[in-house]
């Protein structure tokens, strides 16, 4: 694992803001609110990241069983919607069951489901080389490309398009090595979890892994690629139109995303046109979150501790 500090991690962020749909801000300030019940009569669905809202690693973050439970009992549909990509829809509800959730497989839509939709329609994989470990989930589909943790990092010359999947057992020496072999050449490039970053907390501490959208970036940076990638998770619309098909959404304002990534949840639900919810008890924990909207430019409709 590799790790970063918040400061980087922003920076990654905010320099790809290219990458993600364009900002999309509601015109009245964010509303700071208790919790989520305090507003939930305004929508007909709920979108909940995973990270930093139910769980914080394997533990359930305080209260969010019980807003579950009482959403459920409210009649509220809801879905989480998560930049995982070690899950997918089959195995979902088992992952939240250790986690002390009761989420049915298909109330969690993951960028794993999404990544392997489109998996499904890879024309000549053996011009793709893929970040992932084995053995993934997703190894079915993943036959015929090329395994780069196989290569120790290093891109074969009949490698043209790059899928970053997932960061676990992905080295400094790997990324090193891809990067240089990727230099003077350019890739179509794909990522299935574009977060830049996993945060988790020791003693209150904040520290935080690199994840696949960190090593895109770097890769990008440091070899001058010019093509834009395809996001198969937040910020990027194709995940979130997922879960609307799914709840045949006609009207996104009555739609809310609560998460607390400004960068991924609150940017990429303000582009679809549903409301945004950002919590604090995730990657801002501890900072002010005030000055985090103000430095980022993202802004959502309300802020609340925790659900
Ligand atoms: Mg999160």
Redesign the pocket.
């Known amino acids: 694992m590799i790790e970063i500090n918040l400061s980087i991690l922003n920076q990654c962020y905010s320099r790809r803001l290219n990458w993600y749909p364009p900002v999309k801000n509601s015109e009245a300030a964010p509303r700071k609110i208790s919790g989520i019940e305090e507003v939930l009569d305004q929508f007909d669905l709920i979108m909940l ?5 139910l769980c914080r690693g394997v533990e359930a973050i305080d209260g969010a069983v019980e807003a579950i439970a009482m959403m459920r009992e409210r009649g509220k549909a809801f879905c989480v919607v998560s930049n995982d990509t070690m899950t997918n829809q089959y195995v979902a509800a088992e992952k939240y069951a250790a986690r002390g959730f009761d989420f049915a497989n298909e109330e969690v839509v993951t960028s794993l489901d999404v990544t392997e939709s489109w998996l499904a329609t890879v024309e000549n994989p053996e011009r793709w080389g893929v970040i992932a470990p084995l053995p993934h989930p997703t190894d079915k589909l993943l036959e015929g490309m090329v395994r780069l943790n196989e290569c120790n990092g290093a891109i074969p010359e009949q490698v043209d398009s790059i899928l970053f999947m997932v960061g676990t057992g992905w080295t400094q020496d790997m990324q090193d090595n891809l990067l240089k072999s990727a230099e003077g050449r350019q890739f179509t490039m794909a990522v299935g979890n574009p977060d830049m970053g996993a945060p988790y907390f020791i003693d209150g501490q904040i520290h935080i892994n690199a994840t696949p959208g960190y090593f895109m970036d770097n890769l990008v940076e440091a070899t001058d690629q010019r093509a834009v990638p395809m996001l198969f998770g937040k910020p990027g619309n194709t995940i979130f139109q997922t879960v609307a098909e799914r709840h045949c959404v006609t009207d996104p304002s009555r739609v809310l995303m609560v ?3 400004l960068y ?2 609150i940017l990429g639900g303000n582009a679809m046109g549903f409301k945004t919810l950002l919590l604090e008890c ?2 801002y924990m501890g900072t002010d979150i005030d000055q985090a909207i103000a430095e980022a430019g993202i802004a959502p409709d309300f802020i609340a501790p925790h659900l």
């Open positions: 990241d995973s990270y930093g809202v998460g607390d990534t991924t949840d995730g990657v």
